[in-house]
């Protein structure tokens, strides 16, 4: 499903779109010539993206900042291009979310799809407030990847100001527990 939708974006891309870069020779987009667990990775973060972004409407300038800033941190600043392009197809297009998921679920190990979902959670707090739409998308984002719904509460706590609240929800504690649960819980988290 990822390969239909970016397929479908690419092509509308090469077909001449205006600042569009003519293809390599070859005729692959230099994305496809990466390593195949980097280049999977890429664009199932454009598409989930752009499930994000589409969720409350239309994408924010504070989001499009966030995905720039991440993707030139991720992929480097030419490849960042090349995926902010592919984006701006891809959030054209109807997404086959629960697809998309469970191929990266497939595809991908558990702590690989924690850092995919603290990305997206992040993502959705990149405007300031997460829209209704886009915590259910998260959700449904989440639940489709195996990823439990402490694990969703943990990662959505890191994006609160810090607290004492937070921070046992980031650990996924009571905050009644004990020094020794604390530890336990913080030995756990780090090895997600």
């Not at 239909?4 to 293809?23: E, I």
């Not at 598409?47 to 499009?64: C, F, I, W, Y």
């Not at 959670?121 to 990149?126: D, P, R, S, T, V």
């Amino acid at each position: 499903p990822i390969g239909a939708v970016v397929g479908f974006a690419l092509g509308a891309l090469m077909d001449g779109a205006p600042g569009v870069a003519a293809l390599p020779p070859g005729g692959r987009p230099q994305a496809a010539q990466r390593p195949a667990t980097s280049s999977d990775l890429a664009l199932s973060l454009v598409v989930l993206t752009a499930a994000v972004m589409k969720a409350d409407g239309r994408p924010s300038q504070n989001e499009l900042g966030h995905v720039r800033k991440f993707f030139a941190q991720q992929f480097g600043p030419q490849h960042s291009a090349e995926l902010l392009r592919l984006l701006r197809d891809v959030l054209k297009r109807d997404i086959p979310l629960r697809d998309v998921c469970e191929q990266i679920r497939n595809h991908l190990s558990h702590p690989e799809r924690l850092q995919v979902m603290h990305y997206l959670i992040g993502l959705a707090h990149a405007d300031g407030r997460v829209h209704i739409a886009e915590r259910e998308v998260l959700e449904r984002i989440a639940a489709n990847m195996g990823i439990s719904q402490k694990d969703l509460g943990s990662l959505d706590a890191m994006f609160r100001g810090p607290s004492p609240s937070s921070a046992y929800a980031i650990l996924e504690v009571d905050p009644k527990a004990s020094d020794e649960e604390v530890k336990k819980a913080y030995r756990r988290a780090a090895m997600k």
